[in-house]
């Protein structure tokens, strides 16, 4: 069985909950860490990480591993986050946004939202506040809930969108992404070309492509998983191989 990371558990020791104030959003907060973004197109960059406490797929407990996989949520059996409420906290956008420019002191401009699912709880007011203090915001999405339902209208949005879906194409309802990453063997590409099509184009030397990743999950499958990541890309070069470069680096 795969280890559950942990990040940032002091938080709570740290920080108290911000004051309950009518109309305002606390967001519940696992960890606040400054480390490198280890995937995709962003791989090796400096940035903030917020863990969001809580998820759509399963409960990040042990005792509902294999319950919430049964349902489906094949992601259940292999999830290695710690996403669960104890040690968060809860945090006002102003006391959010400030805990993580000071984690970022010194020049980290990327503000990574991850859980869990961040959309559960991440909105305009939140995006807003880290722009505020000069970040660039992107977000880690299983794609289950719409930008238009968590942040309003496109101004609101996110900078930079990474969706990784956990289940069928669907129910994969984000309007867009920047990022596809299907975590092979559980979610393949034949799956999701439908997914793939809402994939934003990017300008990579003198042509425009898509960031298509196929990632090998981590765990007793990790050699099964690699090699059939690396067939699926040489089948079809729109897909390129992503590896966690941070665990590779080991840092967390």
């Not at 109309?23 to 480390?35: E, I």
């Not at 969108?161 to 975590?183: G, H, M, N, Y």
């Not at 690396?230 to 967390?252: E, F, G, M, N, Y």
């Amino acid at each position: 069985m795969t280890e559950i990371q942990t990040h940032d558990v002091g938080l709570a020791r740290r920080l108290a909950d911000s004051p309950r104030e009518a109309g305002a959003t606390r967001y519940a907060v696992k960890s606040v860490w400054r480390t490198l973004q280890g995937e995709g197109a962003w791989a090796g960059r400096p940035a903030v990480f917020v863990r969001f406490v809580g998820c759509n797929m399963w409960t990040g407990y042990e005792r509902d591993r294999e319950r919430d996989a049964a349902r489906g949520h094949a992601c259940a059996g292999f999830c290695d986050t710690d996403f669960t409420k104890e040690e968060s906290v809860r945090l006002s956008a102003e006391a959010l946004a400030a805990e993580v420019g000071q984690t970022g002191a010194g020049g980290v401009d990327l503000v990574v939202l991850t859980g869990g699912e961040p959309l559960l709880q991440a909105d305009a007011p939140l995006i807003d506040a880290l722009h505020d203090r000069g970040f660039e915001v992107a977000v880690e999405t299983n794609g289950t809930v719409r930008l238009a339902e968590a942040f309003g209208g496109p101004e609101g949005w996110p900078d930079w969108i990474v969706c990784s879906p956990k289940l069928p194409a669907r129910q994969t309802v984000i309007e867009v992404a920047d990022e596809l990453k299907l975590v092979v063997p559980a979610y393949q590409p034949d799956a999701y070309a439908e997914v793939a099509d809402r994939v934003r184009p990017h300008r990579l030397g003198t042509r425009t492509r898509r960031y298509l990743w196929v990632q090998p999950e981590d765990g007793p499958r990790l050699a099964e998983a690699t090699r059939l990541a690396v067939r699926l890309a040489q089948a079809d070069p729109r897909w390129r191989v992503s590896v966690q470069t941070h665990k590779i680096l080991d840092v967390d």
